[in-house]
């Protein structure tokens, strides 16, 4: 975990330096575009760590293992905050290029609802007092809006929208140039170490926490013996 | 694995799930396929021209704006220029203020209402920025050697 965490530290600080001070400016946007290497990593964190969500509470329903339970619970919140990021960059983003904070297109709008899924997932945790019960339940809303990710992604392609296209995953190669791409790619990684650094402490401290119930149950228990 | 009671519930859960994931997928395809005019953000010039929309009807109209196309009013306020999706064009007036991505050759949406008998008044004009990043000197280096072009058109549009 000391690991994962200069990982995060050393990355983010290369990533983010060499994107905001080094990296040329755009022909277009100027320094304007710079946003870009905080939007699209985080962007790009909110849909892998909703996918990490439907793929450990899919092994959750068919082999019950708790911990895999446990790993989707503890990402919700992390993938939550990076689709606010997200959304907010985005915004600050649109209004000085496109002339509007926000706009009701595929992209924005299924982004939002990526957001209003982790709320709904986070609420059912909260909500189901049943750990086994509250997992159930939650795996399925992890699953069936895990949907929602490929619409994610490829809204661009299909609709209209005012969001562009993919800059990077995209056939033909990346169209951003080389001196952008690596710093961006190097702040990609920085969220990535980011999450699963803040994934282990989520879990490790949620099940210090199941013990700590544990233990307090059984004190209770013994107290009313003696 | 599979010999056990366990094992065997294991793979009947796998295929439930794998099951109703796809079901689930084919509906929501279903559903968008269905919607997709509504989900779409704007119409080409294309679209408009065979559609029709009677005079009044709020829409989103999206394009390349044309090159030398683009005209301020003596009042300072009202712009003029054209947009194209390279088959049909259709004449946009605006009174109003541009994004600073506003520019001849650039990807716009314009919303206003439908005017079959003349220009489209815009109420809201945006920009589109297309997918590429290039650093100003690149670009620069590019034109020099008369190789650089915007955006083709018909792929960010």
């Given at each position: 975990m000391p690991w994962c965490f200069f990982v995060t530290v050393t990355s983010m600080v290369v990533g983010l330096y060499w994107g905001l001070f080094i990296a040329p400016e755009d022909y277009q946007m100027g320094?304007?575009?710079?946003?870009?290497?905080?939007?699209?990593?985080?962007?790009?964190?909110?849909?892998?760590?909703?996918?990490?969500?439907?793929?450990?509470?899919?092994?959750?329903?068919?082999?019950?293992?708790?911990?895999?339970?446990?790993?989707?619970?503890a990402a919700a919140p992390i993938g939550a905050i990076f689709t606010?990021?997200?959304?907010?960059?985005?915004?600050?983003?649109?209004?000085?290029?496109?002339?509007?904070?926000?706009?009701?297109?595929?992209?924005?709008?299924?982004?939002?609802v990526l957001l209003f899924l982790y709320f709904g997932y986070m609420a059912v945790w909260g909500a189901i007092d049943d750990r086994a019960k509250a997992a159930r339940v939650a795996a399925i809303v992890a699953l069936v809006g895990a949907v929602n990710l490929p619409i994610?992604?490829?809204?661009?392609?299909?609709?209209?929208?005012l969001h562009q296209p993919a800059s990077i995953m995209k056939s033909g190669g990346a169209s951003i140039h080389p001196d952008m791409l690596w710093p961006l790619l190097i702040c990609i990684v920085a969220f990535n170490?980011?999450?699963?650094?803040?994934?282990?402490?989520r879990i490790?401290?949620?099940i210090i926490n199941r013990q700590i119930r544990g233990l307090q149950i059984r004190m209770v228990e013994e107290k009313d013996d003696g | 694995m599979a010999n056990t009671r366990a094992g065997k519930r294991k793979t009947k859960r796998f295929y439930l799930?794998?099951?109703?994931?796809?079901?689930?997928?084919?509906?929501?395809?279903?559903?968008?396929?269905?919607?997709?005019?509504?989900?779409?953000?704007?119409?080409?010039?294309?679209?408009?021209?065979?559609?029709?929309?009677?005079?009044?009807q709020r829409v989103r109209l999206g394009g390349l704006v044309v090159e030398e196309s683009f005209f301020k009013d003596e009042d300072g306020l009202t712009y003029r220029f054209d947009i194209t999706d390279?088959?049909?064009?259709?004449?946009?007036?605006?009174?109003?203020?541009?994004?600073?991505?506003?520019?001849?050759?650039?990807?716009?949406?314009?919303?206003?209402?439908?005017n079959n008998s003349g220009p489209f008044f815009a109420t809201e004009v945006l920009a589109k920025h297309d997918e590429n990043y290039m650093p100003k000197e690149v670009i620069e280096s590019l034109k020099k050697r008369g190789v650089f072009q915007y955006s083709d058109g018909e792929e960010n549009i």
């Open positions: 320094s304007a575009y710079r946003i870009i290497f905080v939007h699209v990593p985080s962007s790009y964190m909110s849909i892998f760590c909703y996918g990490f969500m439907a793929v450990a509470s899919a092994v959750g329903i068919i082999w019950k293992h708790p911990l895999a339970d446990q790993s989707a619970r606010v990021l997200a959304l907010f960059t985005g915004s600050l983003w649109g209004k000085p290029m496109w002339g509007t904070y926000w706009i009701w297109d595929a992209r924005l709008t299924s982004e939002l994610i992604k490829f809204s661009v392609d299909w609709w209209n929208t170490f980011y999450f699963v650094t803040v994934l282990l402490v490790e401290s949620q | 799930l794998l099951t109703s994931m796809t079901i689930l997928l084919l509906a929501v395809g279903l559903v968008l396929t269905a919607l997709q005019d509504s989900i779409s953000l704007f119409l080409d010039p294309s679209d408009l021209a065979e559609s029709n929309l009677s005079d009044g390279g088959n049909e064009t259709v004449k946009v007036i605006y009174k109003g203020s541009l994004p600073d991505l506003f520019r001849e050759g650039q990807g716009v949406v314009v919303e206003g209402e439908i």
